[in-house]
């Protein structure tokens, strides 16, 4: 099993910026890929940005390019999401997961096994 914890969500004006963190406990070492995933009321949850374990490939949703970016800390077994230029679009539940298989396929949910708990992201106009 892997455990996944996320802090770092919150209310921010429009155009400011967020870190999360999500910090990974267990069997670390079944996993390959690190993702970000968000939902908004109403919508479905969907991709925003993931990282592989060595933290040498990194994709990201269209809609985050140039606003967002993702690392890891190795010795730490932390994800990061720092995003910058937050629009009010950009509220939502946001959740970090870890998975088995390819960043290849980052982008869809069946990817992970594990999900944190979720964080409140709220960016008011």
């Known amino acids: 099993q892997v455990q996944l914890v996320e802090i770092g969500g919150g209310l921010v004006q429009a155009g400011g910026s967020l870190r999360l963190s999500c910090a990974a406990s267990g069997r670390t070492f079944s996993i390959n890929t690190m993702g970000w995933f968000r939902q908004a009321p109403g919508k479905e949850r969907e991709f925003v940005a993931a990282?592989?374990?060595?933290?040498?490939?990194?994709r990201f949703a269209d809609s985050v390019k140039g606003r967002f970016t993702i690392s890891r800390d190795n010795a730490k077994n932390t994800v990061y999401l720092q995003m910058n230029s937050l629009k009010p679009e950009d509220t939502a539940v946001y959740y970090c997961a870890a998975g088995q298989r390819s960043i290849l396929i980052a982008s869809l949910t069946s990817v992970y096994e594990y999900w944190g708990q979720g964080t409140q992201v709220t960016v008011s106009s």
């Open positions: 990282i592989s374990w060595s933290g040498s490939s990194t």
